[in-house]
Structure formats: C-alpha cells, structure tokens
C-alpha cells in the first residue's frame, strides 16, 4: 500500500470515529428531557435507573435558568461527560455561557460536574452543610461512581462548591432572584434547596423524589427528611422540580417522599414497641407504594436503615 492510501485511509478511519463519537453523545444527551417549567426557568430530567456507564451518572433531575447574561445550572452532573451532556442539552435552548452552578446536595450527580464548569470560568455556590458533605464523602463516591460509570469517568475531578452560605440567603443573579435554603440532613448530609419566589417555583434536590423509591442509605437522617420537607410545603410551591423524577406539584410530592418516610416511621415504630428486631423490618407491608420504580430492589433497605436510626433516638 502507498504511503497516500495509507494516510487517506487513516483519515477516513478517524472521521468514521468522529462522527460515531458524535452520534454516541447525541444519545447520551438526548436521553436527558427538558422541560420549560415557567419562562426561562427549566428542567432537565435524567434516567430513574441506577448509574452506568450509558446515563453517565445523570440518572437523576437537573435544571437551569436563563438570566440575563448566562445560565444559572441546579447541579452539575455525575461526571465529566455528564457535565457536557448537560452542557449541550443547555445549548439547544441558549447559546449563552453557564455562569453559576448551585448544588442541592453532596450526591455525586449533584457536583461531581463542578470542575469542568469552573474551569470555563462558572462560579459554584451551595450551602455550608452541602460543602461539609462533599468533601467528607466524596472520595468513597467517587469510588463507587467511577466503577459504575466505567470509561465514562476518565477525566472527572469531583470538586466541592467554592462558595458556602450558611443561612438562608437572597440571591441577584443577572436579573434573577432567586434563594438558597439550607434545609439540614436528609437523603444526604446536608440538603440545600433553590427557591424562586416570584415563579413559585423550588429546585427540591434530593428532598423530593416522585415516581421511584427515594432511597434511604447510611448517610440519610429519615427523622430530619421528614422535617425539610416540611419546610418546603410551608413555602407553598406551585412547580417543585424534584431530585429524581419530572416536575411535579406539592400533592405529588407529599404522597411519594412525605407520605413514604412517614409510613415506614410509623410501622417501624411499631416494631420497636414490640421489641422486635432488625430482620422484622423487612416484614412490613409497603405495597402501597409499589407503582414507584425500583420498590422492590430498595424497599426492605429503607425499612432496615430507618430501624437502625430509630434505636438510637
């Protein structure tokens, strides 16, 4: 074969693996919905499976606010490719820069994305709870991450938020107000919540989940779950865009989060008073809530760690 063909051929193979790079992307971000939830203000809703290395870690829900000169992200992704999946759904709706990310929660999809924002010059926000968290656990997580997500980890460096608030705190952001609430311990260490209270519109992280199983692990604190959700009705949303799921209203929210967490409190409750043991909970009835996806891999998990919590309250 002549040097030529040779170099011709290279280069064909290169742009047959461009464009399949491309059209592997194109997919990935395309199994992210977006959604305009008031103007200006929308939702990118990811997968509610568990994370692969196809969902890039994005199986949860994000969203964004177009302001005047940028775009305000609500989490930054679970990855490096997640954050540029978020990136490009965002600019099929506006090419302008993304200029401020604020993370909801020390989850890994909520900003392991952090770095590669940053880095085009966006400035990170969350509150000091939900910093404290990322830094404690983001090492075993990102463990656990870069497992799940295989190739699709190369290049993430997980990176807390640089800037913390430490009390509820107004925001003007390019002609958008909008609140950070710190809400305490709930499915994470620290939860944060983004409240617009003109749209009435709230940005829940992982308080709220509508359509699967929330999850309660060993960083979880169900007994505080239940009273930051109750700060949340208190504010009255019209559209809440919850951690996982698509946006939904306060009704919804109340019967899958609320309603779950405090169900599985009272029946364990229950169990304790008759001095039953661990392995009782995964005895209890949760059929109730069986239309909510992943019920059966998660549902006697949940039971167990709220029995362990409450042996010690």
């Known amino acids: 074969m002549r040097k030529s063909q040779y170099f011709m051929l290279k280069g064909a193979y290169i742009l047959v693996a461009s464009i399949l790079s491309l059209y592997v992307s194109m997919a990935r971000a395309s199994s992210l919905d977006v959604e305009l939830i008031a103007p200006n203000i929308y939702s990118i809703i990811g997968p509610l499976e568990q994370r692969s290395e196809q969902n890039l870690a994005n199986n949860a829900t994000f969203g964004f606010i177009v302001s005047d000169e940028g775009v305000i992200l609500i989490d930054s992704g679970g990855t490096l490719e997640g954050a540029k999946a978020l990136e490009r759904v965002i600019h099929t709706i506006t090419p ?176 304790l008073q008759e001095d039953e043991d661990i392995s009782s909970a995964s005895a209890i009835d949760q059929s109730q809530f069986s239309y909510l996806k992943v019920y059966e891999e998660i549902k006697n998990r949940n039971a167990q760690h709220v029995f362990e919590e409450m042996e010690w309250e």
């Open 96 to 271: 302008k820069p993304i200029t401020h990310i604020i993370n909801t929660g020390g989850q890994d999809h909520r900003w392991f994305g952090n770095r590669y924002f940053t880095d085009k010059g966006a400035v990170t926000i969350t509150s000091t709870m939900t910093q404290a968290d990322q830094q404690q656990r983001g090492s075993l997580q990102a463990n656990n991450t870069a497992r799940l997500t295989g190739q699709n980890w190369l290049g993430t460096e997980p990176q807390a938020a640089q800037k913390a608030l430490s009390d509820s705190t107004t925001l003007e952001i390019s002609g958008i107000t909008l609140q950070i609430i710190p809400v305490g311990p709930a499915h994470t260490g620290g939860e944060t919540l983004v409240w617009l209270p003109k749209q009435k519109v709230l940005f829940s992280g992982d308080v709220v989940y509508v359509e699967r199983m929330l999850g309660i692990g060993s960083q979880s604190h169900h007994y505080e779950w239940i009273k930051a959700f109750e700060k949340i009705a208190a504010l009255q949303p019209e559209v809440i865009v919850p951690g996982h799921g698509h946006p939904t209203t306060l009704a919804i929210a109340t019967q899958d989060t609320y309603n779950y967490l405090t169900f599985l409190r009272s029946e364990v409750g229950k169990l």
